[in-house]
Structures are given as structure tokens and as C-alpha cells.
């Protein structure tokens, strides 16, 4: 909604041509391209290239955006202490020292922050005037990381957090805004040049550097972010830069390997802060991937809400492979075995009862003396993408433009002895962030002709993407929630005790 509302100011804005007849003016307006379309990179030669200084200033201010019907809030906290510049030099010296010798100078961040590279701004006289003072270089050429939006790439240059209330209110989104540079020493002039985008979808094209998460990392108007969410945003903010700033590189036609998520340190549990002592075993029960949920998004001004068709995908055997998963990340904490239970009786598990009530209700499994626990997998309803919410698993589809994948559920623990449930692990992404969302963007073309029902190949695409998908989250969810027997240290687990924050309005099953 927003990108769409971007668009149609933008051409309000930028091309209007009248003229006067009789009856009074009449306007023509030019349609602009789609917003959030990365624009082409620049591309020279650099064989004469043989030393660089790295220059980087995106990390010294963070600019938050909440954007109400009838009026807006625009502001900015110093992050400084986020190293985001000092950690894109590393990684450029990292990857660029295999071709170049990388030598360090001596320049102003802030001054080169500062000079404005908006929308409508040329900064190529600046930048150039800028790199001239800088005495004594002694390299070839100046690769410079610095803010940027241009063409039709929504929000401002930087590193930001949108959020949208209202009419067109979703998530929180964080974007990434900036470019590189390279410009020959000696002449100043640009060699190649582009925009910041992550290439992480199969088969398609660049996308902007631009990421949803939940309403855990949303700020008041106004307001600098509380220590959780301040640490949130770094978290998130870093893992974006590190993403974008390798496929920005291989739009530059350096060669940078794809790299999965960096591990993280775990330890031990410590005696006392294992919220599972003295449990020693554990069954595992998924209720996950009898069926997909398929969203369709109406671009409108005025959209009533989503009526998502469901294609039954019980044969794809995604409970097998996802109770398989789980078992084998906490065997090293439990002993796993195999209980009765009824299964479609526990297809009915939800958590809320009447306004969102935390109700846990988990009816099929049977009290148990051979078994400590019961880790039952089930179905969320929350937010997704934008205004749409998603029930379980699914796609959501961007009006045939982009389409999206999403896992939303929770990992139920409880005692097997009483049935009484003892908090629930919301899945989270492989960032492991708490209560962000657990998805990922996928080619539209897999999105069925005739929903709900898809075509072999491109099911098992869908299959493939889905468990890809689940492999990290349900790693990062059962290490951060200590079902591993790990914990990040200073972080013991902690088992919720309500909905999460993401809930979607229900009441009962959502069927």
C-alpha cells in the first residue's frame, strides 16, 4: 500500500505536462516505473586498478519514519556505537584484498555523510572535492559507501526503520540506502557505481535492501529506542548491512560467495537457569504442514481483508521432516521417544480464546508416565507481510509482482505427567530475533495458475523453499529457547507465558 501510494505522488510530483483549451487546463500525467525497482549499476574498467582506500559513512546516524494518516514523524539517533563503519571496512578490505592492495587513510565520516545524496540531489561535484582534499592518498582508486536513494526506491538514504499506521499501516520495515563508489584517484572520475540491493531470491533480478520484521522493533514517535529494541535494531541493521553489502558487490561483478547465517556462541545451560530441569526426555509432535495457506494481496487504496484459500499439502510430508528436525536438535539434551496421541484432535491446538486471551489449548495428547515433556508444534495466526496475516504456513502473492513465503507457529512445551502447558517458543528467523517474521521472498512464478493446487515442479519447489525456510528457524528457535541445552550467554531461555506480539485479531480456530 505505502509503495503504491509512493508511486502515485512521485508521478504527481515529477511529470505532470497541461495544457489550457477552452473548457480549462488538462493535465496528462506520466506513469512512473514501480517503486523499489534497484536501479542498473554502473560498470568500468578497472584494470589499471591496482590499490584502493575504503571509505564508509552509513553508520554514524539511524533515521526512523512513522507515518500516520494525516501526519508523520521524521527523526534520527546516533549510532555510533554500532561500528557499522569500521565493520563494512573490514569487510571490504576482507574481500577486496584479494585483488587489490587496500591501504587505510585518514578521512572525515561525518563530512562525508553530509553531503547531501537525496532524490533530486547531484553530488558528484561534492564527492569529488571531498576525495581531492584528501592528501596524500596514494592509491588508485576510492571505494566509497555512502547514503543514497534515487530513481524510484522508496524512503531516504541511510539506514532506517518505516513504520505505517492507519489506513496503510504493517510492520515495521528496515531499510538499507546506500551505494558504493568506485572513482579513480587520479581523476576523480566515477569507474562503476551501485545502488544497495540483496540478491537473495532464486531466478529474479536485485531487490532493494528493505526487510519487514515484527512490531517489537517500532518506536514511538519521537522517542529513542529502549535499550531491547536499541539492541534489536543493531542486530538487525548489522545482518542487513553484511547482506546487502555482498550482493551490492557482486552487482559490481566482484566475485563474493553467498554465505549462509554466522554462528553464534553458545554455552551450556548453568544449573538453575534451565527452564526444563529436571525433564529428561521428550516426545515430539508436529501439526505444522498438513496445509498451506495462500494469500492473495489486492493492491488498493481501500482493501477489505485477505480471504486466504488453503491447498492441502499432507502428502509433501512436511510434519515428518520437521518432527525430524527438532528431534535430532534436542537429542543432545533429551531422550526422544515416540508416544500415542490423537492427531486430529490436536490439529485443533490454538492459544487464544475470547479478545485475545492467552487460552492454551492443546486436546489429544494423553497424560503419561514414559515421557517428561511434550514439544507439540502448531499453527499461529500473525502478521506476515505488510497488512496481511497468515495462518500456519503459506504464500502470500504481491498482486503477481513478488510473492512470499511464511511460517508462523509455536512450539507448545508440556508436562507430560500433568498436561499442563509450560510456555510456548514462538518460531523465529535465523537472525534470531525475537518475534520478527519468519519469511522469505520467492519468485512469483510459484504461486499456482489455478489456486489452491499446484503444479509438481513447482510444488516441490515450494517444498524445498518451505523446509529451507524452517531449517534455520527451527534451529535459532530451539537454540535461543535452550531445548539444545545452549543458551547465548547472558541470555538464559525463557518460555512465553502469552501471545506474541504479532498476533493476529482471532478468537478460536481460524478456520
Not at 55 to 83: C, E, M, R, T
Not at 201 to 226: K, Q
Not at 347 to 367: D, E, M, R
Amino acid at each position: 500500500m505505502r509503495k503504491l501510494v509512493a508511486a502515485c505522488l512521485m508521478a504527481l510530483a515529477v511529470f505532470p505536462a497541461s495544457r489550457s483549451f477552452a473548457g480549462g487546463p488538462v493535465v496528462i500525467f506520466v506513469p512512473m516505473p514501480p517503486p523499489d525497482v534497484v536501479p542498473n549499476p554502473i560498470i568500468g574498467a578497472l584494470d589499471n586498478i591496482h590499490s584502493v582506500a575504503v571509505l564508509s559513512s552509513i553508520g554514524s546516524q539511524f533515521n526512523l519514519y512513522n507515518h500516520h494518516v494525516i501526519y508523520y514523524h521524521d527523526w534520527s539517533v546516533g549510532i555510533a556505537d554500532w561500528a557499522i563503519d569500521d565493520r563494512v571496512e573490514a569487510n571490504l578490505r576482507g574481500t577486496l584484498g584479494k585483488r587489490f592492495a587496500v591501504k587505510d587513510i585518514n578521512y572525515d565520516r561525518n563530512a562525508l555523510a553530509a553531503i547531501p545524496n537525496g532524490r533530486w540531489d547531484n553530488s558528484k561535484t561534492p564527492l569529488q572535492r571531498y576525495l581531492s582534499g584528501l592528501a596524500n592518498a596514494g592509491v588508485d582508486a576510492f571505494i566509497v559507501v555512502r547514503p543514497d536513494v534515487e530513481g524510484t526506491v522508496t524512503g531516504k538514504p541511510g539506514l532506517a526503520l518505516w513504520t505505517e499506521y492507519g489506513v496503510s499501516s504493517h510492520a515495521p520495515e528496515l531499510t538499507a540506502n546506500y551505494e558504493i563508489d568506485i572513482v579513480d584517484a587520479h581523476s576523480l572520475a566515477l569507474i562503476s557505481k551501485a545502488f544497495s540491493r540483496l540478491d537473495d531470491i532464486p531466478g529474479n533480478e536485485g531487490r532493494v535492501a528493505h526487510l519487514s520484521y515484527g512490531d517489537d522493533l517500532a518506536v514511538a514517535d519521537e522517542a529513542t529506542p529502549p535499550p531491547p529494541v536499541y539492541a534489536r535494531l543493531k542486530q538487525a541493521s548489522t545482518s542487513l548491512v553484511d547482506r546487502s553489502l555482498a550482493a551490492t558487490l557482486r552487482a559490481l561483478q566482484f566475485d563474493v560467495p553467498v554465505a549462509g547465517p554466522q554462528p553464534k556462541a553458545f554455552v551450556p545451560i548453568p544449573a538453575g537457569q534451565d527452564p526444563y530441569a529436571p525433564a529428561r526426555s521428550i516426545a515430539v509432535i508436529s501439526t505444522l504442514g498438513d496445509d498451506l495457506a495462500l494469500v492473495r494481496e489486492d493492491e488498493g487504496l481501500f482493501r477489505g481483508p485477505e480471504t486466504p484459500m488453503h491447498s492441502s499439502v499432507s502428502d509433501w510430508k512436511l510434519d515428518a521432516a520437521i518432527e525430524a528436525r527438532i528431534k535430532s536438535g534436542v537429542a543432545k539434551r533429551f531422550a526422544v521417544k515416540d508416544v500415542p496421541y490423537d492427531r486430529q484432535r490436536l490439529l485443533w491446538s490454538n492459544i487464544t480464546g475470547p479478545k485475545n486471551t492467552f487460552a492454551p489449548y492443546f486436546p489429544g495428547l494423553q497424560a503419561s508416565s514414559d515421557v517428561d515433556l511434550y514439544a507439540v508444534v502448531f499453527k499461529v495466526k500473525m502478521q506476515v507481510w505488510d497488512q496481511n496475516t497468515g495462518y500456519g504456513l503459506g504464500l502470500v502473492n504481491d498482486d503477481d509482482k513478488m510473492a512470499r513465503i511464511f511460517a508462523n507457529y509455536g512450539i507448545a512445551i508440556i508436562d507430560a505427567h500433568t498436561l499442563k502447558p509450560l510456555g510456548i517458543l514462538y518460531g523465529m528467523p535465523d537472525t534470531m530475533l525475537a518475534d520478527a517474521a519468519v519469511g522469505a521472498e520467492i519468485p512469483v512464478s510459484l504461486w499456482p495458475a489455478v489456486p489452491p493446487d499446484f503444479e509438481a515442479a513447482q510444488g516441490g519447489k515450494v517444498r524445498e523453499a518451505i523446509l529451507s525456510l524452517l531449517s534455520g528457524s527451527l534451529d535459532a528457535t530451539l537454540k535461543r529457547g535452550g531445548l539444545t541445552g545452549e543458551m547465548l550467554p547472558g541470555n538464559p531461555p525463557v518460555l512465553a507465558l502469552g501471545p506474541p506480539a504479532r498476533l493476529a485479531p482471532a478468537v478460536g480456530n481460524p478456520f
